[in-house]
Every structure is written in C-alpha cells, then in structure tokens.
C-alpha cells in the first residue's frame, strides 16, 4: 500500500486539477483534501521507530496545511491554518540546519522577494480599499519567506525544492486574487502546490531514513 500511495496522490491530484466542477462547493473541497490526506498518510505509513524531533514539526506542518485547504473559502481562516503549517515547517527546517555560507546567504534574494512582493500587495490592497488585509498578508509574506530560507538551510534538495514550489503556488495564488489575472492559474496553484507537500513530506521521509542509518562514533580507547 506504501508504494502505491505515491501513485494515488498522483491521480487524485489529476482528477481534482483538471475534471472536478466548481459546484457543488462541498464536493470541490472534498476532492481538493484528498491529495492532502493522502500525503499525510504517506508520511505516517512510512514512519520510522525512532523518529526526530523535526519528524513532529514537519507532520503538523502537513495537517494544518491541510486545514488551510479546506477553510480557504473564508480567505482569512485559510490564510491563518497555512501561516501556522508554515511555522511548523519553519521549526523544522532549523532543527537540521546545517550552515554553510552560500547557503546563509540566500537570505537575500528572498528577502528582496518579500520587500517587492509586501509593496505590490500593500499599493493593491489600498487600492481595493481592503486596508484590513494587509497586515496578515504582509505577515504571510514574511513567513513563507522565512519557511523557505529555513528549507535552503536545511540543505534538503527535496525539502528547498518544495518550500520554493509552494512559494510560486502562493505567490500565483495571491498575485491572481488581489493585483491582476494569470492565465491558467488554477492549475498552476495546484499543480505546485501538490508537488511541493509532496516533496517536503518525502525530503521529511528521506531525512529520517539518513538519521536511522547514522551510527555515534567510540572514542578512541572505549571498549564495545
């Protein structure tokens, strides 16, 4: 079941992309969860005994984001679920941070990502006389930008691929809703937005597997 879950997020993913009807709503969400569901439980199912502390962060990450999906329909709730999803990711990230210069400093584009990102959404949300918007998506803004710096730190290949997918899907998601339309850019929320869980949950799953095989070194001159 393990190994074919992968393929079951696949076809789920595909059937609500590109064939469920926007109504009903409830079936729309339904279907929008069961990718999210199924990820979830393939992180679960392929669990190690002895897990990390990352392990937790990660998999609560995954769940609130998953409630994120279902409550986006009242845009501030939705918005809340995945802030708090993206602080998990966060702590998890630092708890395998391993530093390197360059890696370091990458903080720099992504912040200059926020500065023009945070300016364009401030001028359009005045502009559309939703002034009460602004603080939380500036908020959002910050965090998925730090989430995203706490992945390249992490030096996870699967998990930095991942942050930077979900990044461009709620970037589309936001720049479509709030500044001016994106052709195609439903599926392109969704097509990045699943890959990119997928991948932070199989970089989680990947991490965990390097731990189990790391073994402590005796000092020199202890016996056993």
Not at 74 to 84: D, K, S
Not at 86 to 102: D, N, P, R
Not at 164 to 176: G, H, P, Q, R, T
């Amino acid at each position: 079941m393990r190994k074919k879950l992968p393929y079951l997020i696949l076809l789920f993913a595909i059937l609500y992309i590109f064939f469920i009807p926007e109504e009903p709503t409830v079936l729309k969400i339904f279907f929008k969860l069961v990718p999210m569901i199924l990820i979830i439980l393939y992180t679960y199912r392929n669990r190690q005994e002895t897990k990390p502390i990352h392990y937790y962060f990660i998999f609560l990450g995954l769940i609130f984001c998953m409630f994120g999906d279902g409550l986006l329909i009242g845009f501030v709730v939705g918005l809340t679920a995945f802030l708090i999803g993206h602080i998990f990711y966060t702590i998890g990230f630092f708890k395998i941070w391993e530093y390197s210069l360059a890696r370091f400093l990458s903080f720099i584009p992504i912040l200059a990502y926020g500065i023009f990102m945070s300016s364009e959404f401030v001028e359009a949300l005045h502009n559309r006389n939703e002034n009460e918007l602004i603080i939380p998506v500036i908020l959002y803004i910050a965090v998925i930008s730090l989430m995203f710096w706490s992945a390249i730190m992490s030096g996870q290949l699967y998990a930095i691929i991942g942050s930077l997918l979900f990044v461009i899907s709620d970037s589309v998601l936001a720049w479509n809703k709030f500044i001016s339309s994106i052709p195609f850019s439903g599926s392109i929320i969704m097509i990045t937005y699943y890959l990119a869980q997928f991948l932070i949950a199989f970089s989680l799953l990947h991490t965990v597997k390097q731990v189990k095989i790391q073994k402590p070194i005796s000092p020199i001159g202890t016996k056993g």
